[in-house]
Protein backbone atom coordinates (compact mmCIF):
# COMPACT_ATOMS: atom_id res chain seq x y z
CA UNK A 1 0.00 0.00 0.00
CA UNK A 2 1.18 3.55 -0.75
CA UNK A 3 0.38 6.49 0.76
CA UNK A 4 0.56 9.96 -0.35
CA UNK A 5 1.47 12.70 1.94
CA UNK A 6 -1.08 15.21 1.22
CA UNK A 7 0.56 19.38 1.80
CA UNK A 8 -1.21 21.69 3.29
CA UNK A 9 -2.78 24.23 1.07
CA UNK A 10 -0.81 27.26 0.83
CA UNK A 11 -1.78 30.28 2.42
CA UNK A 12 -0.07 33.03 0.44
CA UNK A 13 -1.21 36.58 2.21
CA UNK A 14 -3.61 35.67 5.25
CA UNK A 15 -1.80 36.96 7.26
CA UNK A 16 -1.10 40.42 5.79
CA UNK A 17 -4.87 40.42 5.03
CA UNK A 18 -5.71 39.93 8.68
CA UNK A 19 -3.10 42.49 9.51
CA UNK A 20 -5.09 44.53 6.99
CA UNK A 21 -8.31 44.02 8.80
CA UNK A 22 -7.52 45.09 11.85
CA UNK A 23 -4.87 47.57 11.83
CA UNK A 24 -7.30 49.83 11.69
CA UNK A 25 -9.31 48.69 15.14
CA UNK A 26 -5.60 48.51 16.77
CA UNK A 27 -4.70 51.88 15.75
CA UNK A 28 -7.82 53.43 17.36
CA UNK A 29 -7.61 51.23 20.30
CA UNK A 30 -4.31 52.37 20.71
CA UNK A 31 -6.04 56.87 19.93
CA UNK A 32 -7.89 55.59 23.18
CA UNK A 33 -5.61 54.38 25.17
CA UNK A 34 -3.44 57.31 24.60
CA UNK A 35 -6.48 59.79 24.80
CA UNK A 36 -7.30 58.30 28.50
CA UNK A 37 -4.06 58.48 29.63
CA UNK A 38 -3.51 62.15 29.34
CA UNK A 39 -6.99 63.35 30.12
CA UNK A 40 -6.27 61.05 33.14
CA UNK A 41 -2.82 63.52 33.62
CA UNK A 42 -4.26 66.35 33.21
CA UNK A 43 -6.91 66.11 35.71
CA UNK A 44 -4.89 64.67 38.16
CA UNK A 45 -2.06 68.32 37.58
CA UNK A 46 -5.57 70.65 37.32
CA UNK A 47 -6.30 68.82 40.96
CA UNK A 48 -3.26 69.25 42.02
CA UNK A 49 -3.03 72.50 40.60
CA UNK A 50 -6.05 73.90 42.88
CA UNK A 51 -4.83 72.24 45.96
CA UNK A 52 -1.64 74.39 46.01
CA UNK A 53 -4.04 77.53 44.95
CA UNK A 54 -6.01 76.40 48.07
CA UNK A 55 -3.47 75.86 50.48
CA UNK A 56 -1.38 79.32 49.53
CA UNK A 57 -5.33 81.22 49.59
CA UNK A 58 -5.90 79.55 53.22
CA UNK A 59 -2.72 80.48 55.37
CA UNK A 60 -2.98 83.77 56.45
CA UNK A 61 0.95 84.05 56.80
CA UNK A 62 1.49 83.19 53.00
CA UNK A 63 3.09 86.57 51.81
CA UNK A 64 6.43 84.90 53.01
CA UNK A 65 5.95 82.53 50.21
CA UNK A 66 7.33 82.58 46.44
CA UNK A 67 4.11 83.11 45.02
CA UNK A 68 1.89 86.86 45.38
CA UNK A 69 -1.30 85.32 44.40
CA UNK A 70 -3.77 82.38 43.53
CA UNK A 71 -3.14 82.45 40.63
CA UNK A 72 0.31 82.02 40.88
CA UNK A 73 0.09 79.62 43.25
CA UNK A 74 -2.68 77.62 40.89
CA UNK A 75 0.10 77.92 37.82
CA UNK A 76 3.51 77.11 39.53
CA UNK A 77 1.75 73.91 40.59
CA UNK A 78 0.78 73.42 36.73
CA UNK A 79 3.61 74.44 34.07
CA UNK A 80 3.57 71.45 32.65
CA UNK A 81 0.31 72.07 31.07
CA UNK A 82 0.15 73.26 27.30
CA UNK A 83 -1.06 75.80 27.21
CA UNK A 84 -1.29 77.20 30.54
CA UNK A 85 -3.78 77.47 32.89
CA UNK A 86 -5.36 80.86 32.08
CA UNK A 87 -6.14 83.48 34.88
CA UNK A 88 -9.71 83.84 33.57
CA UNK A 89 -10.51 80.16 34.48
CA UNK A 90 -9.19 80.30 38.35
CA UNK A 91 -11.49 81.34 40.35
CA UNK A 92 -11.31 81.46 44.50
CA UNK A 93 -13.94 82.39 47.15
CA UNK A 94 -14.24 82.25 51.08
CA UNK A 95 -17.36 81.09 52.95
CA UNK A 96 -17.96 79.33 56.17
CA UNK A 97 -18.72 75.71 57.09
CA UNK A 98 -21.44 73.87 59.11
CA UNK A 99 -19.01 75.16 62.36
CA UNK A 100 -18.94 78.56 61.79
CA UNK A 101 -14.90 78.12 60.28
CA UNK A 102 -13.64 80.23 57.35
CA UNK A 103 -12.79 77.99 54.34
CA UNK A 104 -11.64 78.70 51.09
CA UNK A 105 -12.92 77.62 47.04
CA UNK A 106 -10.38 77.38 44.80
CA UNK A 107 -11.58 76.42 41.46
CA UNK A 108 -9.89 75.73 38.17
CA UNK A 109 -11.05 74.84 34.77
CA UNK A 110 -8.97 73.79 31.87
CA UNK A 111 -10.16 72.66 28.61
CA UNK A 112 -8.38 69.67 27.05
CA UNK A 113 -8.30 69.00 23.35
CA UNK A 114 -8.55 65.44 22.44
CA UNK A 115 -6.49 64.06 19.56
CA UNK A 116 -9.86 62.98 18.02
CA UNK A 117 -13.38 63.37 17.91
CA UNK A 118 -15.03 60.86 19.48
CA UNK A 119 -18.74 60.63 19.16
CA UNK A 120 -20.76 62.02 22.60
CA UNK A 121 -17.44 63.14 23.78
CA UNK A 122 -17.09 67.28 23.22
CA UNK A 123 -13.45 68.72 21.88
CA UNK A 124 -12.49 70.59 23.35
CA UNK A 125 -13.11 68.61 27.16
CA UNK A 126 -13.59 70.65 29.82
CA UNK A 127 -11.10 69.65 33.23
CA UNK A 128 -12.73 71.57 35.93
CA UNK A 129 -11.83 70.55 39.92
CA UNK A 130 -12.62 72.76 43.14
CA UNK A 131 -10.90 72.43 46.42
CA UNK A 132 -11.95 73.58 49.56
CA UNK A 133 -9.89 74.07 52.54
CA UNK A 134 -10.17 75.76 55.99
CA UNK A 135 -8.58 78.72 56.71
CA UNK A 136 -6.39 79.38 59.33
CA UNK A 137 -6.93 81.94 62.14
CA UNK A 138 -5.58 85.20 61.86
CA UNK A 139 -6.24 86.16 65.28
CA UNK A 140 -2.88 85.49 67.40
CA UNK A 141 -3.00 82.94 70.18
CA UNK A 142 -1.94 83.70 73.36
CA UNK A 143 1.95 83.35 74.14
CA UNK A 144 3.62 82.77 77.48
CA UNK A 145 6.04 86.17 78.09
CA UNK A 146 9.62 85.28 76.85
CA UNK A 147 11.67 85.29 80.35
CA UNK A 148 14.82 87.18 80.43
Known sequence: MI??????????????AELALL????GFLFVIALDFGRIFYYTLTVQNSARNGAL???DPYASGLSYTSVQNAVQADASSLSPAIDNK??????STDANGG??????VTYDFNLITNYPGIPNPYTV????TMRQEA??????PAASP
Open 56 to 58: WAC
Open 128 to 131: SRTV
Open 102 to 107: ATVSVT
Open 3 to 16: YRTRWPQRRSGAAA
Open 23 to 26: LPLL
Open 89 to 94: KISSST
Open 138 to 143: ITPTNF
